[in-house]
């Protein structure tokens, strides 16, 4: 039997890195699902639609044709064919998958596009719905948090890195402001499943907190 993991949370909590690694460990493969918001969000920018416009934007994505397709285990993401998997990091598509993600037709689309791959093989994949939506039924559930300072202070660290000196102040609004929302969109707005076991990556380095999840899913499948 394919064994399914579902891991959602908020913004900056790690889910991509962590879920890569728990995946690979695990030798199943990652469905990163935001990258598909990212690209939904990337369709309805490059067609110059509004992306307050619900109709234009639900009909720009219906007719765009988005998937996964996976090169030595590693998830690349198209748009109408096009490998966009290397312009979805920008700010512009962050905040475009943010806003396109509330729609409710631009969800359903995604949703049971998720469901096809869940389909036929093992698969951990991550997002804000999963445990929720996309995979009700998944056995292992983990919901990765950690506390909105924690996440703003790892996120100053990426982008001191990269030069960028935006004050903490700033980007933990960003944060909260994203948190905001996740969680209180209409349609499919992230919460915990009842089911899903919490992960609090606050005091936890990224070595532990893969271990953390590991003992879960073994415990879990142990179960099941
Ligand atoms: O995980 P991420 O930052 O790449 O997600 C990009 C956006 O897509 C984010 O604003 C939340 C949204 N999203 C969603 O609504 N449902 C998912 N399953 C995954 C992401």
Do not use: W
């Not at 309805?44 to 639609?49: P, Y």
């Not at 919460?191 to 003992?215: M, P, W």
């Amino acid at each position: 039997m394919p064994l399914l993991i579902a891991i959602d949370g908020p913004v900056g909590a790690g889910k991509s890195t962590i879920s890569d690694a728990v995946a690979q460990r695990l030798g199943i493969l990652h469905l990163d699902t935001g990258a598909m918001y990212r690209a939904a969000g990337l369709a309805a920018l490059r067609a110059g639609v509004s992306l307050d416009d619900e109709q234009a934007v639900s009909e720009c994505v219906g007719r765009a044709d988005i998937s996964v397709r996976y090169e030595d285990g590693v998830q690349r993401t198209l748009l109408s064919g096009e490998d966009v998997t290397g312009a979805l990091r920008t700010p512009e598509a962050s905040d475009a998958a943010s806003r396109v993600s509330q729609y409710p037709a631009v969800r359903r689309k995604l949703v049971e596009a998720q469901q096809r791959i869940a389909r036929s093989t093992s698969l951990l994949m991550d997002g804000r719905d999963i445990g929720t939506v996309v995979l009700p039924d998944a056995p292992v559930k983990i919901y990765l948090t950690a506390t909105a300072q924690a996440r703003a202070a790892r996120r100053m660290l990426q982008m001191r890195e990269k030069g960028d000196q935006t004050p903490f102040e700033v980007i933990l609004a960003e944060v909260n402001a994203r948190d905001d929302r996740d969680m209180h969109r209409e349609t499919d707005p992230l919460r915990q499943a009842e089911d899903a076991v919490v992960v609090d990556s606050s005091e936890l380095n990224f070595e532990e907190t893969v271990n953390a999840i590991l003992r879960i899913v073994a415990e879990r499948s142990a179960e099941a």
